[in-house]
Nanobody
């Protein structure tokens, strides 16, 4: 079993920055990638960003490209999301996730952390 713990959320103003962190523990030896999703009330959870440990490639949703940067440490199973130029539409609960398996799929999730951007 894998445990994921997020930190770093909060309330900021439009244009500000925040950095989310996520640490994974437990059965993480087969981790292929880690990432972030977010969910607004009444909407489906959506992909934000991910990074794979093989090659260090990162992927972003179009809505955050150029503003968010994902990074991580595969040895520590830790992932970060640097969020700059935040907009009110970035307000959501952000979930950390970890992918395992073949083919890999995101199958472990954190409890989520609130990010609120005021206008």
């Amino acid at each position: 079993q894998v445990q994921l713990v997020e930190s770093g959320g909060g309330l900021v103003q439009a244009g500000d920055s925040l950095r989310l962190s996520c640490a994974a523990s437990g059965r993480t030896f087969s981790s292929y990638a880690m990432g972030w999703f977010r969910q607004e009330p009444g909407k489906e959870r959506e992909f934000v960003a991910a990074i794979n440990w093989s090659g260090g490639y990162s992927y972003y949703a179009d809505s955050v490209k150029g503003r968010f940067t994902i990074s991580g440490d595969s040895a520590k199973n830790t992932v970060y999301l640097q969020m700059n130029s935040l907009k009110p539409e970035d307000t959501a609960i952000y979930y950390c996730t970890l992918a395992t398996g073949s083919p890999p799929r995101f199958d472990s999730w954190g409890q989520g952390i609130q990010v609120t951007v005021s206008s």
